[in-house]
């Protein structure tokens, strides 16, 4: 099944859902929205219970695509509410256990992707960013959420206010990945344990996580409202534009605070 640049395959009970955009598979909303609805068609696939989310490419995910336009950031209403994270939030609402394979950078939006899977398999050439400060930009997808409560609260606020990176072997100490292999053994980890999920029962799997995300829904609906509605303001700033040049041309921001 294909959904856009997402491609679906179902086997043994897993599905596999493909982001093929490499070699980076910067996303859009168009991207966000396409995986939502390869999510849901799972949802509905009564063979189908686990999911392994994984992507073409060097890199898992390397963030938003900024150079497709404002849209990517851009609110829909005046209501704090943009259609890039209502998308989001449709992929942490799926009913069905999901398994990462983070195979290579999941940066920025990237890791708020990397972070809708209930685990993630890496290996230790990846690498994890949440470089917004960066880019003179609040965090958005979430992540002012799923971080911590994955990583603690003193970490997460390393990551977001240094913007620094952390490799996979850092990341699986931190517990920000379940398991750690080599590369070329990600997908296939990732595979495993998703079959080792869909070999229970898939009512009480389905269940136990629904009642393990209870309330997670409603929490990203009112987080993703807030990190949009700062989003909003800062986009329009100079230390924005500077931030996004000065990434692009992989140097140091000259910031001035306006």
Known sequence: MQFGDINVTLKNHVAIVEIQRPPYNFFDVALIEDLADAFDAMDAETDCRALVLAAQGKAFCAGANFSSGPSVLEQSDGKGRNPLYVAAVRLFSNKKPVVGAIQGAAIGGGLGLALVPDFRVTCPDASFGANFSKLGFHPGFGLTHTLPAIIGQQKAALMFYTGRRI?????????LADILTSADQVRAEAIALAQEIAGNAPLAVVSVRATMRQGLTEMLHAVTDHEASEQDWQRLTEDFKE?????????????KGK
């Not at 490799?167 to 517990?175: N, S």
Request: charged share 25%; hydrophobic share 30%; aromatic share 14%.
């Open 167 to 175: 490799k996979g072997e850092q990341a699986y100490e931190w517990g």
């Open 243 to 255: 931030g996004v040049a000065s990434v692009a041309e992989r140097r140091p921001g000259n910031f």
